[in-house]
């Protein structure tokens, strides 16, 4: 099934289909050895490719813990902007943003290893001293599901280039939850009501929910912008330059960003998978022959990702780790394969 996505302000752009699957019921669908496994493999692969993302659905996240998450959302960020600003953390993206002249309608916090229920209430009792259980819980659930299906589509890309899909990278892997709001734009709307500026994820995969206020757009190979509609109640999972010097230029970082058009305010949280900070990246052997020759040099996730806050280059993956990059000089130890 695709999910076509209308032009949105204007008639120029031609509709554009981003795929989407039903990722099953729980665990009992979409697991190795399931009737629909290897299929949906290969055509998760096919869609990373050709568009770095995809929609998805999953029984795994039921509707209540979706609304239960924006609810909170809500909460969160109605708290006083001093309250919002003791959230506070030395690594890139983390500490809550609000009132940024480059994206003047976002706030956002970041959450390290938010599937851990101490890191969650570590947060959320900063937040509120009296405690939120039912938003602590909410964002232990809704992030340990994610990651698990973060896990669960690395898992279907390793299987789709018939590599070892053992667990085991994913004790070299580590993940942080965002959680964003959009403001409306004061009316009428600038032309360009920019929430979120073009960019490709850094990471590995990233998979996004959204209080059902669309306002994704995606920049697909052939360059105009288009509108990324995300069905209700549903997902999309992005790939990050992480994954594309994994397999060897394979697969697409789709570059995105946020427009925020209409009413109403737009909520949205992502689960951002990722190596290990002292983690190397390398491009897996077997994605290496002779029409794949190799193109990137092993790296560190931290010295990259250093590499971009400070330079900001939307070339940052080919300057950094591009072959004809110098070398860094460090051992050849893979997170990910
Ligand atoms: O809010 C969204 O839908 C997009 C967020 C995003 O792309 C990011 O945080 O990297
Ligand atoms: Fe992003």
Known sequence: MVVPTAANGGDQQKPYEIPFFDLGEGDNDVVEGGGRWRELCDKVREACE????????????????RQGMVEGLRQLFELPEDTKKRHVNPKPYRSYLGKNDAVPYLESF??????????????????????????????????????????????MLFTSYGLDADEHHAADT????????????????PADGIGLVAHTDKNTLTILGQNDVQGL?????????????????????IVGDT??????????????????????ERYSWGCFLMPKDDS???????????????????????DYLSYFVHNLSDDALEL????????????????MD
């Open 50 to 65: 050709t568009h770095g993302c995809f929609c998805f659905s999953t029984e795994r996240i039921p509707s209540k813990l």
């Open 110 to 155: 970041g959450i390290d290893h938010a599937p851990n229920v101490e890191q969650a209430r570590a947060f959320t009792t900063l937040m509120w001293p009296q405690g939120n259980p039912s938003f602590c819980e909410a964002v232990k659930e809704m992030s340990g599901k994610m990651q698990e299906l973060n896990l669960v589509i690395m898992k």
């Open 174 to 189: 580590a993940s942080y939850f965002r959680l964003m709001k959009y403001k409306v734009p004061p009316s009428p709307t």
């Open 217 to 237: 757009e995606i920049q697909p190979k052939n360059g105009s912008w288009v509108p990324a509609v995300i069905p209700d109640g549903a997902f999309i999972a």
């Open 243 to 264: 994954l594309k010097a994994w397999s060897n230029g394979r697969l697409h970082p789709v570059r995105h960003r946020v427009v925020i058009r209409g009413e109403e």
């Open 280 to 302: 190397t990246v390398a491009v897996a052997d077997q994605l290496v022959d002779g029409d794949h020759p190799l193109m990137y040099r092993p790296f560190t996730y931290s």
């Open 320 to 335: 950094y780790a591009g072959f004809s990059s110098p070398p860094v000089g460090e051992s050849r130890r893979t997170c």
